[in-house]
């Protein structure tokens, strides 16, 4: 979402920050998370896993709200998102540019 | 900027694994299938209700969806073809404590388990429903059902299915189901929310799930990859709820119409049969104590 | 319960034979001449606390009564040879479940639609095989109103005592037939409770047999987290599909009422001492045939009859002794020959055999069977 202002209360109103947790080896190569997380952290990675299928890997780390959205939508229970505690992340305009 | 976390199976434990049975993850379902999602949907419905685990029992039927008995790390019983139904009432009037819910599959519930389907809406059975709706006998390679959209081709269908299907929501409505809902696999958050409200519900909550079946729904029909069956079943669906669910038909390719139709309350069942039987017996009457103790 | 002297038909005290024996769940359809079980049930179980439930069909009823059964209660149906065919499927879970349960059958002639109103021991067969796979299951036939009320509680401890489900194989003549039946004082009803398992739930598993080869039971709702499934499984409950596992799975099934057969086998001997011929019977046969011995021994010939209480397993044991000493054995049934073709294979040769059979709707003329016992000793 593109601002055209800084938001008064962009230094108290921090957007959660969040730590992905793949279990590579459950993981049936779906894509679902990789298609449908609305910050586009995950992408398929080029390994492949025990099973023959290529797994997700965190490309943007940063990016990741804790939405939660993968690990609801993961069909083998393989991918999850923890809160990350002490990030310090500023809200600004588009998509995760650190302030 | 912190560093994501990849692990090896082993080294850590996904927040439901305890519900889980995990020495039989990973499960059986194909990748793209819809099952997985509704199962993590359910459980963590079943997190979220507070009900306490002891007291929850899951009942399936034979196909896919049946499976999922298997999974969860709870009571659970995997009963003979479309009688998951008529088990799970075994269960609840032996043991009314219980919290009895049914995942099953389209084909299981609907067809061969048609009968007690209505009959046990039509109580009112302090039942959950999750009716995972595929519209294909998945399981046995992809044969029609009664739910199976008409012009959707298939094994047993090989020039197309011409018979109409039902409309599921509007079935057990018209039979006295007191919760009804529909979303489709890749609402998540709705699911979840639904199956909430379904186990919170006291009567007969029906919740219908729409999934995609790529290996065999979608292979048979070209309909593509389980990602773009799911895209296109969540960019199909339209949201109404509290719509007449005559309105609720699906056609082949069509519109889904999703969202929470039914939600009334209604005395269940044994409320009806306690009440009725203390009024009619008397004083003479002795309601039904529950199990038998260990010591029986 | 109803102690004291009654004058009821079998129907009803089988109804208040459940109820002795503890049943407190019952689901079952409407079927000519099991209903008035059904209707008694209905009427008594809101005052001995039980809960009756008239299921859709026949198919929903037993599946209820399983249902119940792991909900932690003794549970019962009822039905006759139309309903008893839709059972077969879930009285294969019940066996395949190892769930304790009782489904009575009063028999009636058949096949099909056949004679709702008229009796038959037409289903004995399928009682034993009715199911697809290969399995062992126990069923009991009375022969008298009194045996109605007492066999139930049988049926009642041998379904615990072995977790299995049990038939009860009565016949409309029996079920209708109105006699004396005295019900004892509740202590003086011998129960045998439900084998709970106690210990943790981490070495708890479901199927593993103890040492008589019968696995102990827990119910749902004891946080057990219990898995049970129509699948070939292991002794945890999972599903398991291979050769290996289904060997396992069926032989423990087989052999847990095999090895035990000792406990379950009940006969009723009557004149059997100096026996040359020996009448073979079951239900309301049996009865009939008394009359028939009764004319041949008049005749001077040496007859006596094995009742068989219990159908199957089948008294092989018993049989087998009898073959080597005496000349012949009679079968009346009726039916065209179906636990016969058991007596036959049983006796393998050591004696004759001689079946008396009858197509249904009535019961035997003594004479039919007097004039076989005849032809036997000559």
């Not at chain 2, 039914?262 to 004083?283: A, D, S």
């Not at chain 3, 009346?332 to 007596?343: R, T």
Request: charged share 20%; glycine share 10%.
């Amino acid at each position: 979402m593109k601002l055209w202002r800084k938001p008064l209360d962009a230094e108290q109103k921090k957007p959660p920050h969040g730590i992905v947790h793949i279990l590579i080896e459950r993981c049936k190569g779906c894509g679902f998370c990789i298609t449908f997380c609305p910050k586009q952290v995950l992408e398929a990675s080029t390994d492949f896993n025990r099973r023959g299928y290529h797994p997700p890997i965190v490309k943007y780390p940063e990016r990741c709200v804790d939405c939660g959205l993968c690990t609801a939508i993961c069909a083998e229970f393989a991918i999850w998102t923890t809160p990350d505690q002490e990030s310090e992340k500023v809200m600004t305009g588009g998509t995760g540019e650190e302030q | 900027m912190s560093e994501a976390t990849v692990n090896i199976a082993g080294l850590e434990q996904h927040p439901l694994d305890d519900l889980l049975r995990v020495d039989r993850i990973p499960h059986i379902w194909c990748p793209t299938c819809g099952l997985g999602i509704v199962l993590n949907s359910f459980l963590t419905a079943v997190r979220e209700s507070a009900i306490p685990r002891q007291d929850l029992v899951v009942v399936s039927g034979i196909g896919c969806t049946g499976r999922a008995a298997g999974y969860v790390n709870l009571d659970s019983f995997h009963t003979t073809h479309g009688r998951a139904i008529p088990f799970a009432i075994g269960l609840k009037l032996g043991n009314p404590q219980l919290k009895v819910v049914i995942i099953s599959g389209d084909g299981d519930l609907v067809s061969i388990g048609g009968n007690h389907l209505i009959h046990a809406a039509r109580r009112n059975m302090d039942l959950t429903v999750i009716c995972v709706n595929n519209f294909n006998y998945a399981m046995t390679g992809g044969q029609f059902g009664p739910t199976t959209p008409q012009g959707a081709k298939l094994t047993t269908a090989p020039y197309g299915s011409f018979e109409h299907p039902f409309n599921i929501p509007f079935l057990v409505d018209s039979c006295g189901a007191t919760y009804v809902a529909r979303w489709t696999v890749l609402h998540v958050r709705q699911m979840t929310q639904a199956f909430k409200e379904a186990l919170m519900h006291s009567g007969f909550s029906f919740v219908e799930v729409i999934s995609p079946c790529p290996t065999v729904y979608g292979r048979r029909n070209q309909l593509g990859s389980g990602l773009e069956i799911v895209k296109y079943y969540k960019e199909r669906s339209v949201v109404r709820n509290d719509i007449d669910t005559r309105e609720c038909e699906i056609t082949y390719q069509g519109p889904i119409v999703v969202g929470r139709f039914v939600q009334k309350q209604k005395p269940t069942y044994l409320e009806i049969m306690n009440q009725f039987l203390r009024t009619t017996v008397g004083e003479k009457f002795v309601p039904y104590q529950g199990p038998m103790e260990d010591g029986d | 319960m109803l102690t004291g002297a009654h004058f009821l038909d079998g129907d009803h005290a089988c109804a208040e034979g459940a109820i002795a024996a503890g049943c407190r769940f019952f689901a079952g359809y409407p079927i000519t001449p099991s209903t008035e079980i059904a209707e008694r049930i209905a009427q008594r179980f809101p005052m001995v606390g039980g809960t009756f439930i008239q299921m859709e069909d026949e198919l929903a009823s037993i599946a209820a009564v399983l249902g119940a059964a792991w909900a932690g209660t003794k549970a019962m149906t009822v039905t006759s040879g139309p309903g008893f065919s839709l059972m077969q499927e879930n009285i294969g879970l019940g066996v395949m479940t190892e769930t304790p349960c009782v489904v009575v059958n009063v028999q009636r002639g058949g096949p099909s639609t056949g004679l709702p109103t008229l009796t038959g021991q037409q289903d004995m067969m399928q009682a034993r095989w009715g199911s697809h796979g290969d399995y062992e299951i126990i069923a009991l036939a009375p022969a008298s109103p009194q045996e109605c009320f007492d066999l139930t509680i049988t049926c009642f401890n041998f379904a615990e005592q072995f977790r299995v489900p049990v038939l009860f194989m009565m016949d409309e003549c029996v079920g209708h037939m109105t006699e004396k039946v005295v019900i004892p004082e509740p202590d003086k009803i011998r129960l045998v409770p439900r084998r709970w398992y106690r210990g943790p739930r981490e070495q708890y598993r479901p199927f593993k047999p103890e040492e008589d080869g019968v696995p102990a039971m827990v119910r749902a709702g004891k946080d057990y987290r219990i898995h049970i499934t129509g699948l070939t499984h292991d002794e945890r409950g999972y599903p398991v599909i291979n050769a290996e596992c289904q060997n396992w799975c069926v032989t423990h099934l087989v052999e847990k009422i095999r090895k035990n057969r000792e406990k379950i086998v009940i006969v009723d001997e009557y004149q059997l001492n100096d026996a040359e011929v020996v009448v073979v019977a079951y239900g309301i046969s049996a009865r009939v045939a008394f009359k028939a011995i009764e004319d041949a021994r008049a005749r001077g010939v040496k007859v006596g009859m094995l009742r068989l209480i219990t159908v199957w397993p089948f008294p092989e044991s018993k049989i087998k002794q009898l073959a080597k000493r005496v000349k012949a054995f009679v079968m009346p049934e009726i039916n065209l020959g179906q636990v016969y073709l058991e007596l036959q294979r049983v006796v393998g040769g050591w004696a004759q055999t001689r079946h008396v059979p009858h197509c249904g709707g009535w019961v035997h003329d003594p004479k039919d069977i007097f004039e076989a016992i005849m032809e036997s000793a000559r």
